[in-house]
Nanobody, 126 residues
Framework: QVQVEESGGGLVQPGDSLRLSCVAS????????MGWFRQITGKEREFVAY????????YYADSVKGRFTISRDNARNTVYLQMNSLKPEDTAVYYC???????????????????WGQGTQVTVSS
C-alpha cells in the first residue's frame, strides 16, 4: 500500500510564500509523475500542478502559473510546491497525489491519480 503525506501548510498573509512537501512511500518513486490539487470547502477538487517522474516536465493551472513552482527530490521520495505571492483565493486544502503509471503526458484529471494524501490546509488572510 502506497502512503502519501503532505506537510507545510499554515496561515500566512497575502503576498507571503509557503512551501508544501509531500512524501510518498515506495522504492520506485521516480517512475511516477506526481500532482498537486486543492479543494475549497463546498467546491470540487481542482488541479494545481504536475511534475513528471524525472522532474523535467511540469505543468500548472493558469491560476497559479508564474507564482507556484513544483519540484521533486527522488532521492528523498519528496515532491514540493513552492507558493509565492499568495492570495486569499489560494486558501484551500492542498492534496498531493501519485499519477497512475499507465497514463502518459501531463494530466489534470483527478481520476488519473490513484494515491492521495490527507491534505494540508493553507489559509491566506490578513
Amino acid at each position: 500500500q502506497v502512503q502519501v503525506e503532505e506537510s507545510g501548510g499554515g496561515l500566512v498573509q497575502p503576498g507571503d510564500s509557503l512551501r508544501l512537501s509531500c512524501v510518498a512511500s515506495g522504492s520506485t518513486f521516480s517512475r511516477y509523475s506526481m500532482g498537486w490539487f486543492r479543494q475549497i470547502t463546498g467546491k470540487e477538487r481542482e488541479f494545481v500542478a504536475y511534475i513528471s517522474g524525472s522532474g523535467i516536465v511540469t505543468y500548472y493551472a493558469d491560476s497559479v502559473k508564474g507564482r507556484f513552482t513544483i519540484s521533486r527530490d527522488n532521492a528523498r521520495n519528496t515532491v514540493y510546491l513552492q507558493m509565492n505571492s499568495l492570495k486569499p483565493e489560494d486558501t484551500a486544502v492542498y492534496y498531493c497525489a501519485r499519477r497512475r503509471l499507465e497514463i502518459t503526458g501531463p494530466t489534470m484529471e483527478r481520476g488519473d491519480y490513484d494515491y492521495w494524501g490527507q491534505g494540508t490546509q493553507v489559509t491566506v488572510s490578513s
